[in-house]
């Protein structure tokens, strides 16, 4: 399974780790591929006991697909009850991205939640994202499924004119049903990891839904800074709702904020701002 692949991480000595590159026809990195395997290469350096709570990422210079990556983990801090992580991202010599995470060892406390949305229709009733790519962009959906293999899409809706999702005090939302293509291990790391990697894939989609245009085709887009917080206990390898809002767009910025349900249960929250340069025509 390719997405494994990706997060099984080589060690060149304490805290420092490479990884591996996918076949892709793409010609910077998956901001999401970043992302997972940074929080590897933290999660290897804590004790197992401690579950990761929240991550902040920065993306600085997009990352080429022809050379390797180097993660560098700084042990910022291990207390009593909570681990700090910094990560430096390195390609070529130069620093593509930062990430700092930070791990909660679990204990009992208040609880509450929001529920999840009524009535959206099962992920075997949604389009995937490689035909609703293809409808977008006239490429095939062998070419989105070679690239997104890893992940399996399927599109709820949006709330362009027409769409399903018309509200209007939230002028940009999405909805998706997202998991691991195959089995992952029973690693509470991996699902996490695997998780970051799929949140960073559809999410500042949002911001560009009211204007009529689509990340990747009409739109000059990349992912500058990322975060994300985990609640409870999931498996990126079963279904989980992604719900997507965009609360504001100016100025070249989009921002976007995400929930994840299982089984509806609120599992992780997700924010993003990135940049949605509309194309001029020459």
């Known amino acids: 399974m390719e997405l494994i692949d990706l997060l099984d991480l080589?060690?060149?000595?304490?805290?420092?780790?490479?990884?591996?590159?996918?076949?892709?026809?793409?010609?910077?990195?998956?901001?999401?591929?970043?992302?997972?395997?940074?929080?590897?290469?933290?999660?290897?350096?804590v004790s197992v006991s401690r579950v990761l709570h929240s991550l902040h990422a920065y993306f600085l210079v997009p990352g080429r697909t022809d050379i390797p990556m180097v993660y560098d983990v700084e042990s910022v801090r291990d207390g009593g009850s909570?681990?700090?992580r910094r990560v430096v991202a390195r390609q070529g010599g130069q620093?593509?991205?930062?990430?700092?995470?930070?791990?909660?060892?679990?204990e009992e406390g208040f609880e509450h939640l929001d529920l999840?949305?009524?009535?959206?229709?099962?992920?075997?009733?949604?389009?995937?994202?490689?035909?609703?790519?293809?409808?977008?962009?006239?490429?095939?959906?062998?070419?989105?499924?070679?690239?997104?293999?890893?992940?399996?899409?399927?599109?709820?809706?949006?709330?362009?004119?027409?769409?399903?999702?018309?509200?209007?005090?939230?002028?940009?939302?999405?909805?998706?049903?997202?998991?691991?293509?195959?089995?992952?291990?029973?690693?509470?790391?991996?699902?996490?990891?695997?998780?970051?990697?799929?949140?960073?894939?559809?999410?500042?989609?949002?911001?560009?839904?009211?204007?009529?245009?689509f990340v990747g085709f009409n739109v000059q887009a990349a992912s500058i800074d990322?975060?994300?917080?985990?609640h409870r206990p999931f498996r990126a390898d079963e279904w989980l709702l992604y719900d997507q809002v965009s609360p504001s767009a100016s100025h070249g910025l989009g921002l976007?904020?995400?929930?994840?349900?299982?089984?509806?249960i609120l599992v992780s929250n997700v924010a993003q701002e990135g940049l949605i340069r509309p194309l001029r025509k020459s």
């Open 10 to 45: 080589e060690e060149i000595e304490i805290g420092l780790f490479r990884a591996r590159q996918p076949d892709t026809q793409l010609q910077r990195v998956f901001g999401g591929q970043v992302l997972a395997q940074a929080l590897i290469a933290a999660a290897r350096t």
């Open 82 to 84: 909570f681990s700090s």
């Open 95 to 106: 620093v593509i991205f930062y990430l700092s995470s930070s791990f909660h060892e679990m």
């Open 116 to 213: 999840a949305p009524d009535d959206v229709p099962p992920p075997e009733e949604c389009p995937t994202l490689g035909e609703v790519l293809f409808k977008a962009s006239g490429r095939p959906v062998s070419f989105w499924e070679r690239e997104w293999g890893a992940l399996d899409v399927r599109y709820v809706g949006d709330s362009r004119p027409g769409g399903d999702l018309i509200d209007p005090s939230h002028p940009a939302r999405s909805r998706v049903w997202v998991r691991a293509n195959g089995r992952l291990p029973d690693d509470r790391r991996v699902h996490h990891a695997a998780l970051a990697y799929a949140s960073d894939l559809t999410l500042l989609g949002a911001t560009t839904v009211p204007h009529g245009v």
């Open 226 to 230: 990322h975060a994300m917080w985990f």
């Open 256 to 264: 976007a904020i995400g929930r994840l349900f299982q089984n509806g």
